[in-house]
Nanobody
Framework: QVQLVESGGGLVQPGGSLRLSCAASGITFSMYAMGWYRQAPGKQRELVAVISTAGSTNSADSVKGRFTISRDNAKNTVFLQMNSLKPEDTALYYC????????????WGQGTQVTVSS
């Protein structure tokens, strides 16, 4: 079965850093575009960052220069390095796997909570 398991969330002070990880199993990882999305209470789910099968990346304007998405195909894992965290980054962060980046046959993890507060 396909499984995406996020980890690394937690409580951090403004200006701090966290690294989220998403470990995938049950898929040919290298054939999937991977992404991070987030959803805050009362808000719509939004794209944070994506990385293609070829390693190209894109990220939301709100996180550019602060967050970096990367992948390690040998470990079937995608990462989100989050620096200079702000309270508005507080959300449940989800990992997504999308076959060839086609927007179908996508899988989702259960989410990991990130809370940025002093």
């Amino acid at each position: 079965q396909v499984q995406l398991v996020e980890s690394g969330g937690g409580l951090v002070q403004p200006g701090g850093s966290l690294r989220l990880s998403c470990a995938a199993s049950g898929i040919t990882f290298s054939m999937y575009a991977m992404g991070w999305y987030r959803q805050a209470p009362g808000k719509q789910r939004e794209l944070v960052a994506v990385i293609s099968t070829a390693g190209s990346t894109n990220s939301a304007d709100s996180v550019k220069g602060r967050f970096t998405i990367s992948r390690d195909n040998a470990k079937n894992t995608v990462f989100l390095q989050m620096n200079s965290l702000k309270p508005e980054d507080t959300a449940l962060y989800y990992c997504n796997a999308d076959w060839m980046g086609w927007g179908r046959n996508a899988y989702w993890g259960q989410g990991t909570q990130v809370t940025v507060s002093s």
